[in-house]
């Protein structure tokens, strides 16, 4: 028998119960959260998909870690099991625990960056670039043309473009101190990056006398995708085609909470030893012993066996295909939506669907607002709220308008997804709003956090 029907790749043992709220309780909501999701009280929300970092179920087999886990304050078992484990994942020589990945973005830009620095990458989600820009660096995106146009196909949507970065690394290269790249490329999609475009960042980092950091939180789907899209991989596990991209980088960041498949918990690893001795000073200042980092022994535990399970086939067919039912559902229905489908979650094209809301009204706001008001499913704006505001306080429209819907890992069903997908079509297919909103209080950094805003309809 060759299945048609992709099966998730394990059994229901524990179950949570989801509040049914009304249209109006809903509406009473929003207002009281200054019509910003993040501030809705998650007891509100029915389908929970505002993020899938942290929001996943762990196995049986590391709530079972879990009860390993040794608490000793400095040379815990847990933290030798773990180091042993992403050593053996990424051939990294040092490992450094941290509670999560802005916190590993933050020591290692903190030791790293100087003001009037460059840091390149294809796309940098939020916390990335907040950290380079406190150093008074320039966080500079240099995805190739293709990752811009959500419509558009193409099968590593996330690749740097080379071109870009030899301009920039020739031309500004002393102002250049490390490159970046993120797997996959959250801010434009979920979108992998190849195989051979990953060898290209090499290379130039090698000709121009660069170390190349990836930000790697989930590099078990970007695997995925080489696996399966890249010519001459299919042959190749996941975990094989991972390693390989490991031993290509000179360190990298990690939330584990995405492919760690943890609930919290995160590393900074890397070769360079005066880098890395730096680090681990700054990390005993703001973050614990680096035999802990931040995290308990039974954190270290879930993370080092979610490392494992995470490059399983079974698990990773199943993960892309969930993304994949909902998109193309979508797309039958022609909902604008950033295609192909990518690693952990739909993106619709909120200027797409509204084209008549400027940006800096945010349409994806008035979109996710939309979708919880209708159906109680919170998603999370990546547009102009998000990334429309420069260093310098001038705000400029986003390269995309976007609206987030992020699947946690081994969370919701199938009939969840049906019920997901049914509520973006009763939205896209209803009256639109004829304006967006504007914004009422909110901080200069990371403000799509915590910002208030209003209709501007009234």
């Known amino acids: 028998m060759e299945p048609r029907t992709i099966i998730e790749p394990f059994r229901i043992k524990s179950v949570e119960a989801v509040r049914f709220t009304t249209r109006e309780e809903r509406a009473a909501a929003l207002r009281a959260a200054g019509y910003n999701l993040f501030r809705l ?24 870690a879990v009860m390993q886990g040794d608490e000793s304050y400095a040379g815990s078992r847990s933290f030798y099991r773990f180091e042993a484990v992403v050593k053996e994942l990424t051939g990294l020589r040092h490992v450094i625990p941290t509670h999560q990945g802005r916190a ?29 820009e406190t150093e008074d660096a320039e966080a500079r995106d240099l995805v190739i043309p293709e990752g811009r146009v959500p419509a558009l196909l193409h099968p590593f949507k996330g690749n740097v473009d080379l071109g870009a970065l030899e301009r920039l690394l020739s031309t500004e290269g002393p102002r250049v101190p490390l490159v970046m790249v993120t797997i996959t490329n959250n801010s434009g999609g979920g979108q992998p990056v190849s195989l051979e475009n990953l060898r290209g960042v090499r290379a130039l980092c090698d000709r121009y006398r660069k170390p190349l950091f990836l930000d790697a939180c989930r590099f078990a789907e970007n695997a995925w995708f080489i696996h399966t899209r890249e010519a001459g ?17 000179d360190g990298c960041t990690m939330s584990a909470k995405k492919d760690g498949m943890a609930n919290i918990g995160g590393f900074l690893a890397l070769n360079d030893d005066a880098l890395a001795e730096r680090a681990r000073n700054l990390l005993i200042l703001t973050e614990g012993f680096p035999t802990y980092g931040g995290l308990a022994g039974y954190d270290l535990e879930a993370v080092a066996r979610g490392l494992e399970e995470v490059t399983d086939p079974h698990y990773l067919r199943y993960r892309a295909r969930s993304i ?16 192909p489908a990518g690693g952990h979650a739909i993106y619709l094209d909120a200027r797409g669907l509204w084209p008549h809301i400027p940006p800096l009204e945010y349409p994806g706001v008035a979109l ?38 992020a699947i946690p890992r081994r969370v919701y069903t199938q009939s969840h997804m049906d019920y997901v997908a049914e509520a973006v079509l009763s939205v896209a297919k209803g009256k639109p709003p004829r304006r967006g909103y504007r914004i009422t209080e909110a901080p200069k950094v990371l403000r799509h956090f915590t910002a208030r805003l209003e209709p501007l309809e009234g």
Request: glycine share 8%; hydrophobic share 50%; charged share 25%.
């Open 324 to 339: 994949e039912y909902v998109v193309d559902k979508l797309v039958a229905a022609d909902v604008p939506v950033l295609r």
């Open 368 to 405: 996710a607002d939309a979708l919880y008001l209708e159906a109680g499913v919170r998603s999370v704006e990546i547009g102009s709220l998000m990334f429309g505001m420069r260093p310098d306080g001038v705000e400029v429209p986003a390269a995309m308008e976007l609206v987030r819907l």
């Open 104 to 132: 590993a973005e933050r020591i290692l830009f903190h030791c790293a960056l100087k003001a009037g620095d460059i840091v390149p990458n294809n796309n940098h989600f939020d916390t990335t670039r907040a950290n380079i």
């Open 233 to 249: 991989m299919g042959d190749r596990s996941p975990r094989d085609i991972a390693r390989e991209v490991f031993a290509l980088c």
């Open 41 to 64: 009280r998650a007891e509100d929300v029915l389908i929970d998909l505002l993020t899938d970092s942290g929001t996943g179920a762990m196995s049986a087999a590391q709530w079972g």
